[in-house]
């Protein structure tokens, strides 16, 4: 095969037009693992992103571009979910500012949720939302936790059946009214919940997830590095080398494979600033992920450091 | 174990330090030079005040009044409140307080008379708030862009007004206390959750003005 110098230059001036050419993340295939949403049978990577703190930068234009450079790389690793809330201030229009510049992923599912006291405001808040964000509707709109969940979830329905959003749930977090989500998960229809649970917090495995699996509710959550402390107390130890037959190669993709392994779980996420840590998160994706033994023998480990 | 008592001081905390001191370097380089046309403003009128008080009665409230009614519509509302929704409840409260100084000015009469230990208290507590507060921001190791002066920021309008207000001895401080020292304790608390150093000057401005507003003498 001979190689031209217009060939040379057309792949040159291909690879110069990446980033330039958003539309080519749509439909790539994506190696990263995937567990099904039980109400649909939908393929979800067990990593999603996350964006409390991290995104609320504001109007700040440098912010602002950093912030879509980790949802550009999230999307290129084969991410989907992206979730945020009214209440995490100016998140909402900087997970907007990166979906335009990539012209919108086919791949995105959009997970919002209701945070309003007044239950008369909520279809008025979702609406301003779906603003920000710039997204025709959200596949999955949840009760942020909790507040006025009793009126908020039938109305949710309602838009449900619609068709103005795909799927509905309720979240908590740092194991807070946990009794009540239960309540929730038995005596309603949630497509989704979203709690707190990590390698230290392991209160769900008693009653939450379980009762999740029984219901067949999906699972997402949040906060699995405590924002950064466990990673932060963990990172002096050395990782023990027997985790690196699933793949994983630093402290975060530890925490991370630990959450997603729980047959419970659908997806864990994380929230981060930097490119390469939102590579590193989605990473916990691929290999493998551990099994009981092993899942057993990483809550022996952390707990003995 | 209620809710409440599960939460930590972090937990309220919904932006980075990075965000929050890029936020004010943006907005100073933005307004430069009013950073220095309202600390000359304040000094104009602080000066003679700290001398005869009785003839800038109206003046010093009104220089005030403009700096909170500035800090709220310019710093909270515009900027503070994009990152922080809280803020737009305290911009209200920076407009009532803004009310509550136009007022003083409108009432303006003979000052109490203000024993010493309060009269210098309040000027040194003016001084601190014009003239000291901008340099916390290299004391805590943070860049020069990040200064907060009087009447761009609120923490250092708070402890200027506060210091003035002892100094001319106004006869409706009392009502002109609590706005302040319920925002110098959430300013303290969102930096000791950044766990940024300057969260020490909001608690020490409070701990001042009370041990001032309580001397006698």
Redesign the interface.
Same mark, same amino acid.
Do not use: H, K, P
């Given at each position: 095969m001979i190689i031209t110098r217009r060939a040379v230059v057309q792949g040159l001036g291909f690879a110069v037009s990446l980033p330039l050419m958003p539309r080519l993340t749509r439909g790539q295939p994506a190696d990263l693992i995937t567990k099904p949403i039980p109400r649909s049978g939908e393929p979800m990577p067990v990593v999603g992103l996350g964006t409390?703190?991290?995104f609320? *930068?504001? &109007? &700040?234009p *440098?912010?602002k571009d950093e912030c879509a450079a980790v949802i550009a790389a999230f999307f290129e690793g084969g991410g989907r979910m992206i979730d945020s809330s009214p209440?995490?201030?100016?998140s909402q229009p900087t997970i907007g500012h990166g979906l335009r510049k990539l012209d919108y992923p086919e791949r995105l599912f959009s997970a919002e949720k209701v945070w309003i006291s007044d239950p008369a405001g909520g279809a008025a808040q979702i609406e301003a939302s779906r603003g920000y964000w710039g997204v025709g509707k959200f596949d999955l709109v949840q009760v942020h936790n909790l507040v006025s969940w009793e009126e908020h979830l039938p109305a949710l329905f309602d838009m449900k059946a619609a068709g103005q959003l795909r799927y509905v749930g309720i979240t908590t977090s740092?194991?807070?009214?946990h009794r009540e989500i239960e309540r929730v998960m038995a005596s309603q229809p949630i497509d989704f919940v979203q709690i707190t649970y990590n390698v230290l917090d392991r209160e769900p495995e008693d009653r939450i997830l379980p009762l999740a699996r029984e219901k067949g509710i999906a699972v997402i959550v949040n906060r699995p590095f405590r924002?950064g402390d466990l990673i932060r107390q963990f990172e002096d130890a050395p990782l023990p080398d027997w985790v690196a037959e699933t793949g994983a190669r630093n402290w975060a993709q530890f925490l991370l494979k630990f959450i997603i392994s729980h047959p419970a779980v659908t997806c864990a996420i994380p929230a981060t600033?930097r490119v390469d840590h939102v590579r590193e998160n989605l990473d916990a994706a691929r290999g493998t992920l551990p099994d009981e033994t092993m899942r057993r023998r990483m809550v022996d480990y952390v707990e003995a450091l | 174990m209620s809710?409440w008592a599960?939460y930590t001081l972090?937990?309220f905390?919904?932006?980075?330090p990075?965000?929050y001191f890029?936020?004010i370097e943006?907005y100073n380089q933005a307004l430069w030079p009013l950073q220095l046309v309202f600390i000359a403003g304040a000094l104009a009128v602080l000066v003679p005040a700290a001398l005869h008080p009785s003839r800038v009665r109206i003046a010093v409230p009104s220089i005030f009044a403009l700096a909170w009614g500035f800090c709220a519509w310019q710093f909270l509302w515009m900027?503070y409140a994009?990152?922080?929704?809280a803020m737009s409840y305290a911009a209200a409260a920076f407009f009532i307080q803004t009310g509550l100084l136009v007022l003083t000015a409108l009432l303006a009469r003979e000052p109490a008379s203000v024993g010493g230990l309060r009269r210098y208290g309040g000027i040194g507590l003016a001084v601190f708030g014009l003239l000291a507060y901008p340099f916390i921001a290299l004391l805590a190791g943070r860049s020069p862009a990040s200064a907060e002066t009087f009447g761009m920021m609120p923490d250092p309008t708070v402890a200027t007004t506060l210091g003035a207000m002892l100094m001319v001895g106004r006869r409706t401080l009392w009502l002109l206390l609590p706005i302040p020292i319920i925002w110098c304790a959430y300013s303290g608390l969102t930096l000791w959750a950044m766990e940024d150093p300057g969260a020490l000057a909001p608690f020490a401005v409070v701990v001042a003005t009370l041990v001032f507003v309580a001397a006698r003498r």
């Open positions: 409390w703190i991290t609320n *930068v504001g &109007d &700040d *440098v912010l209440m995490y201030g100016s740092e194991g807070r009214r924002q600033t | 809710d599960t972090a937990d905390l919904m932006f980075s990075r965000v890029r936020l943006r900027r994009s990152i922080n929704w």
